[in-house]
């Protein structure tokens, strides 16, 4: 009798399985419908978009090129030994890997490095979103007192008595006069061209049906649906460009007074808002949360089991079973991808 019902479970499990792997296989836009909190707008999961500059534009790629050069060069610095690729690693995906960034003569950062990877799809810079584009976002590192610690004077000055950078300058915007605004659009565009590699589970929304597992897919489905992940984490780049308060499940130790949002909005109901990171290469892009208070995924997703932001402020339960919770995380497992392979550039002398 035991057997007959143990028989009867697994047949069950293997039908589920090949329902979902059906219902997956269809397009996007004939997935079964997620589930979100009312008054939430979404967008469907989608493949790795396309970087928004043309790098086969010749005048594009030679700013790429000295934004490449500027992103990695250390003399932007005033100690001369730290660049902006001090903070994000080609190697790690492009993070540092670490709780928060170490900076000037030793400082800590108040919060975590996030990954450059498609940073171009973000409408506000900063976790509280206090930059309005990526040019705007590269200033801030280069002058602040606990970063680089320059000023914008000093590093201009620096780069027009480097024959090299002047000739590339001339290269890219036809002049060889260096300020200010061109230095940190060329580092803006270097950082339009940085973007995630293909995950497997590209390759499945692309028509390989069988480039997730089978825990895979039951994660991709539970994502959608119980999880509540897809409340904050939806469209291809898996975040709504959105800013939420995470104070149920996360407890900063670090600096309890970060109100986040309402530093820039100054609205009560910002505080403690932070920006939606986008879940592509999750795994590999660790610490995490605002504060990189978090370096285990399961404890994370446990927390976020027990504790899970709903409306109106409201935070719940989700009861996933430890089985769900494994299906979760392999899901995540499938969207990250290993870094990009990445030539690091010879600096103009």
């Known amino acids: 009798m035991l057997a007959f019902i143990a028989m009867g479970f697994m047949i069950c499990i293997s039908f589920t399985n090949q329902s979902l792997r059906h219902q997956y ?10 589930r979100v909190d009312e ?19 010749d005048s594009i790629k030679n700013i790429v090129e000295l934004g490449k ?6 003399r932007l610095s005033s100690s001369g030994k730290i660049s902006c690729a001090t903070c994000h690693d080609p190697a790690l995906n492009w993070t540092d890997a670490k709780p928060r960034s170490v900076g000037h003569e030793g400082a800590m950062g108040k919060r975590n490095a996030p990954t450059i990877q498609n ?4 409408k506000k810079l900063f976790w509280d979103g206090r930059s309005r584009d990526l040019q705007d976002q590269a200033f801030a590192p280069i002058v602040s007192e606990s970063e680089m610690n320059s000023e914008m004077h000093d590093v201009v000055r620096k780069l027009r008595r480097i024959n090299g950078y002047t000739e590339w300058f001339k290269k890219a915007f036809g002049s060889e006069h260096i300020n200010p605004h061109l230095m940190t659009e060329a580092i803006a565009v ?7 590699g293909e995950s497997r589970f590209d390759r499945f929304i692309k028509g390989d049906h069988r480039a997730l597992n089978k825990s895979e897919l039951r994660g991709l489905h539970l994502f959608r649906t119980k999880a509540g992940c897809f409340n904050c984490h939806n469209g291809p780049l898996f ?6 308060r995470l104070g149920a499940v996360i407890n900063n130790p670090y600096d309890t007074k970060d109100v986040g949002l309402y530093k820039v909005t100054h609205l009560d109901a910002d505080t403690g808002k932070f920006r939606t990171p986008s879940l592509r290469d999750v795994m590999r892009t660790g610490p ?9 995924m399961d404890s994370l997703i446990f927390r976020f089991h027990l504790n899970s932001p709903g409306p109106n402020g409201v935070f719940r339960p989700l ?26 550039p010879a600096l103009p002398q």
């Open 119 to 122: 940073s171009w799809f973000y």
């Open 319 to 344: 009861n996933l079973s430890r089985k769900e919770q494994k299906d979760l995380r392999a899901f995540l497992e499938a969207l990250s991808a290993p870094p990009v392979p990445f030539n690091r």
């Open 69 to 74: 050069a500027l992103f990695f060069d250390p």
């Open 239 to 244: 975040t709504d460009n959105q800013f939420h």
């Open 39 to 57: 008054g939430v707008s979404w967008t469907e999961l989608g493949a790795l978009p396309p970087v928004p500059v043309d790098l086969t534009n």
């Open 190 to 196: 270097f950082e339009k061209s940085i973007s995630s």
């Open 288 to 296: 995490w949360f605002h504060d990189g208070s978090e370096n285990n």
């Open 25 to 34: 296989s269809r397009p996007a836009a004939e997935w079964p419908a997620p």
